[in-house]
């Protein structure tokens, strides 16, 4: 048999052929990072080595300072799920396999995180081999009709088929064949009625602080400057609300939520309708569905009467509520951010906030366990030493113009005069405010710096949101008609680790000494009797070192 003696020809051919198949290969690497090349043509392979396929530990990252740590750390793990998707992935495909199977992340009556979930037709669809793994549809939704407490309407609420239901992936196929269109992105759904929206109080102290825990649920190393791997809601859908129903008067609904979450869309029942008229199937990345009626089946909300009870007995960090509210006092210019509060464990600064998709799964249960740790410990120090240093600011948020709810003038006029009393004598910072008579941003500025809130049971109350939880000295002071109680920002107050006291007349109470819910003939009106002398010695005892340095240490035993 004759050797085969290749010719010049046949080896320029080979090189020619070899140098265009590693380019082919590398192609993709070329563009991303050829920065960091290792190989032959200055391309990286991708294989191990310094290149960026290759994922550096969580501790590795964290060593670094924060803007390199957020910059080097991959985008589009399971719990960020932040990757820019192509036109070309407008669909999602599937093969034998079947449809991709929806996931239920977090649930409590009335809050749920999905992920791969459909919509057809205006019906929400779950897909699972395992429907007994799914918990029941009346925890998690209903059909949106208005919330009354007769018979008929609370069996109008239950869902039927129309609102959601669960199939197989062979049902999936059939109704959809081997494909859906793709919502990429986090969508936050409010499955509710207007009936509740309209309201401060109910917008951003339920429906709005219990999205966000159930949301916080995904990522328990938030830290006490605010910072999260969660990547920022894209849009908010409100299915059986038509566009500017669920503003309150004064806008500070639309407000919150442009300030907090600047990049989330809006879509309204018109745009979820159009969504139902294409009669195409979509599949939502991830979806933080809430449902009022859903939440009013629950446990908790039997016990606290506040639909956001159930979404805060979700695990979350402590620090939860931080990047909402860093979000918010940043867009009105505040200066509600102490130094504890920027204090936060080596390389996880103030440089991240809510829109910050980085891969939660590099951090390991210890990893987290170690984080949460130092950031208590980081967080709870330098409280301490900054409580002596910082001027306390008490805001009383008067109704005295509102026609409803509100003091008797004799002892309005003697709560001023005995706080005033307090600033003389200690040189604290009082402030008395009819908040409808400020702007939203001074509103919000105003409590953001605030230590101890106080009023009449209302809706300036809501704004204890903004204060700084962190704060161990942190207050709020409620006025009732004696025998009366109402439990809304008691719930809110706690919830966020402040202290919240009731006021009769003279007489306080706290948790866990709170009376029984009631609005007896008077808790209305505009004769509420109060001792300003007894109020401005809970304020003295609250402002006092020994009860911050004994909150300090309740605080980390919490």
Known sequence: MSSFHPTRRDCLLVLTLTALFGLFLQLDRSVVDAARADSLLGLGLGFGGAGAGSRQTYDQLRDKGADDWLDDVEVGAKHASAATHAMADAKAHWGDEGALRTEVLAHAPGWTIFDSVYLFNGTWFIVTDSPSSIPLLRLMVSTGNEIWNDEASIRGREPTEKDMRIIFPSEAKRLWGNSASRVTGTSMLVNDPPQFLDHYYHFAAELLFGLWRTYASLDPTITPAGQTHLPAPSRMIFPH????????????????????????????????????????????????????????????????????????????????????????????????????????????????????????????????????????????????????????????????????????????????????????????????????????????????????????????????????????????????????????????ANALGMRHYGVWNDETFTAPDTPQVAYPDGFQGNDIPLSGKAVARLVVERLAVDNVHRDVTDDTDA
């Not at 407000?255 to 745009?271: C, G, V």
């Not at 606290?304 to 867009?331: G, I, K, M």
């Not at 704060?471 to 109680?485: C, H, K, L, Q, S």
């Open 241 to 492: 609300v038509s566009a500017g129903k669920w503003n309150d008067y004064a806008k500070m609904n639309s407000f919150l939520s442009r300030a907090i979450f600047p990049s989330m869309s809006y879509e309204y029942q018109n745009d979820f309708l159009d969504r139902a008229d294409t009669a195409r199937a979509f599949v939502f990345d991830r979806v933080v569905f809430a449902d009022r009626a859903a939440a009013f089946r629950g446990a908790e909300f039997q016990r606290t009467w506040r639909t956001a009870a159930e979404a805060v007995a979700l695990p979350a960090s402590r620090y939860w509520w931080a990047p909402v509210r860093r979000n918010l006092v940043d867009f009105v210019g505040g200066t509600g951010q102490s130094e504890y509060e920027a204090a936060a464990p080596l390389g996880l600064g103030a440089a991240a906030g809510v829109g910050v998709g980085v891969e939660h799964d590099l951090a390991t249960d210890d990893d987290v366990a170690l984080e949460e740790e130092e950031a208590i410990a980081v967080a709870n120090q330098a409280r301490a030493e900054d409580t002596d240093k910082a001027v306390p600011v008490i805001t009383y948020v008067s109704r005295q113009d509102w026609g409803r709810r509100m003091l008797r003038t004799a002892d309005h006029n003697e709560l001023v005069r005995e706080l005033h009393e307090l600033e003389k004598k200690y040189g604290w910072e009082v402030n008395i405010v009819s908040m409808d008579q400020l702007s939203r941003d001074e509103q919000i500025r105003l409590a953001a710096r605030t230590t101890i809130m106080m009023g009449v049971h209302g809706n300036g109350l809501t704004h204890l949101l903004w204060m700084n939880n962190q704060n161990p000295r942190a207050t709020v002071i409620e006025f009732f008609y004696p025998g009366g109680f109402a439990a809304d920002y008691e719930f809110t």
